[in-house]
T-cell receptor, first 115, second 111 residues
Framework: EAGVAQSPRYKIIEKRQSVAFWCNPI?????LYWYQQILGQGPKLLIQ????????DSQLPKDRFSAERLKGVDSTLKIQPAKLEDSAVYLC?????????????FGQGTRLTVV | GENVEQHPSTLSVQEGDSAVIKCTYS??????FPWYKQELGKRPQLIID?????GEKKDQRIAVTLNKTAKHFSLHITETQPEDSAVYFC??????????FGKGTTLSVSS
């Protein structure tokens, strides 16, 4: 089974620039998550999608972050404008079930450095 | 919302010793408790999980215990090996919601 695919793997941008990350979940997985992992910390949820609907975006800084999941498959996460504190690894994860908690499968992540 | 506390933040053991990592959670509705291992520069990967209807689960050298009354759960690794060195994260969630992670424990196993 193919895993969760993310791109790019690395990105360096200057503060106030914009950046976008892409995620392709495991085929058939209904639920998709974006997490932010700052160095030395655990993953922090940014947004959860169920198919193409948002379930939880309470931790997403909506003044600068946006995310969408078109057609309930691929997803993009955008930051505009970026701040220094946005430097982190952005992890996408997916899981198969909508109602029963099961394993979340993570992608390799995108390491963002804002300078 | 759910809050997960994890300790210790770092743990150093000798090869062959046991390692124990503990987590507490705040939301009594949480019913699924996975543990993830993350090696340097790699993705988090599930190593074991437990649901609230079970008190203990074992898989070879690793085991997880859950105390619902006290709202805490623990990871036990026996006969540690150098390849067990990594960062371990606990998480908690209830049905339909996202995993909430602890801050992680860096385990170092020296030979």
């Amino acid at each position: 089974e193919a895993g969760v695919a993310q791109s790019p793997r690395y990105k360096i941008i200057e503060k106030r620039q914009s950046v976008a990350f892409w995620c392709n979940p495991i085929s058939g997985h209904a639920t998709l998550y974006w997490y932010q992992q700052i160095l030395g910390q655990g993953p922090k949820l940014l947004i959860q999608f169920q198919n193409n609907g948002v379930v939880d975006d309470s931790q997403l800084p909506k003044d600068r972050f946006s995310a969408e999941r078109l057609k309930g498959v691929d997803s993009t996460l955008k930051i505009q404008p970026a701040k220094l504190e946005d430097s982190a690894v952005y992890l996408c994860a997916s899981s198969p079930s909508q109602t029963v908690n099961t394993e979340a499968f993570f992608g390799q992540g995108t390491r963002l450095t804002v300078v | 919302g759910e809050n997960v506390e994890q300790h210790p933040s770092t743990l150093s053991v000798q090869e062959g010793d046991s390692a124990v990592i503990k987590c507490t959670y705040s939301d009594s509705a949480s019913n699924y408790f996975p543990w993830y291992k993350q090696e340097l520069g790699k993705r988090p990967q599930l190593i074991i999980d437990i649901r609230s209807n079970v008190g203990e689960k074992k898989d070879q050298r690793i085991a997880v215990t859950l105390n619902k009354t006290a709202k805490h759960f623990s990871l036990h690794i026996t006969e540690t090996q150098p390849e067990d060195s990594a960062v371990y994260f606990c998480a908690a969630t209830e049905a339909g919601t996202a995993l909430i992670f602890g801050k992680g424990t860096t385990l170092s196993v020296s030979s």
